[in-house]
């Protein structure tokens, strides 16, 4: 157990609607970042968060949103789904946002679009 | 742009045999870090072993080691005495040296140990 936990494990929803994806860091770290794993991409960097700001973007979609609250949580949202976007999607975290600290996955939430 | 190749889409082990896990990446930045991630079949993402690009001695934990060649931009990762528990997809990650980086993985390796 990583100590960093998603909600929900799986989703399942049609196409065109919104979701949204939660994660909690471990315990006192403030750096949150979102990947998207799918057969066809792969595992990808999806944005990053420290201590409520976006600090670094990658190949996310204009339709997905995140953000980081006070008590550091974050949200993941997805939006107009597509068949496409069926993915499992990972929060990890860190201490802070330097190379050196370790990233820890939660268990991921799977996403199946129909 | 940093890339990741893993060119073993699938591997097999005999129980208690070696097997070694091949990666290599394309970067020019000098500070970075490498990292091989295992995924079993629950799909949990775990740090298996993590290699800093300024060390030239290669990291070790238990049974799990890598072999880091700088020059040739390879990473390759070491199973002794593999047992059924490492039966999983193995990911080697790139991540560049400073803040605000992100993992780069390579495609994975899936890996099957044979009882």
């Known amino acids: 157990d990583s100590g960093v936990t998603q909600t929900p494990k799986h989703l399942i929803t049609a196409t065109g609607q919104r979701v949204t994806l939660r994660c909690s860091p471990r315990?006192?770290?403030?750096?949150v970042y979102w990947y998207q794993q799918s057969l066809d991409q792969g595992l990808q960097f999806l944005i990053q968060?420290?201590?409520?700001?976006?600090?670094a973007k990658g190949n996310i979609l204009e339709r997905f949103s995140a953000q980081q609250f006070p008590d550091l949580h974050s949200e993941l949202n997805l939006s107009s789904l597509e068949l496409g976007d069926s993915a499992l999607y990972f929060c990890?975290?860190?201490?802070?946002?330097?190379?050196?600290?370790?990233?820890?996955f939660g268990p991921g939430t799977r996403l199946t679009v129909t | 742009a940093q890339t990741v190749t893993q060119s073993q889409p699938e591997m097999s082990v005999q129980e208690a045999e070696t097997v070694t896990l091949s990666c290599t990446y394309d970067?020019?930045?000098?500070?970075?870090?490498l990292f091989w991630y295992k995924q079993p079949p629950s799909r949990q993402m775990i740090l298996v072993i993590r290699?800093?690009?300024?060390?030239?001695q290669n990291a070790t934990e238990n049974r799990f080691s890598v072999n880091f060649q700088k020059a040739a931009k390879s990473f390759s990762l070491k199973i002794s005495d593999s047992q059924l528990g490492d039966a999983a997809m193995y990911f080697c990650?790139?991540?560049?040296?400073?803040?605000?980086?992100?993992?780069?993985f390579g495609k994975g390796t899936l890996l099957t140990v044979n009882p």
């Open positions: 990890a975290s860190s201490v802070g946002t330097s190379a050196s600290y370790e990233q820890y």
């Open positions: 315990s006192g770290d403030l750096s």
């Open positions: 968060y420290y201590n409520g700001e976006e600090r």
């Open positions: 970067t020019s930045e000098s500070d970075y870090y």
């Open positions: 290699q800093e690009a300024y060390k030239q």
């Open positions: 990650a790139y991540r560049r040296g400073g803040s605000n980086y992100k993992l780069t």
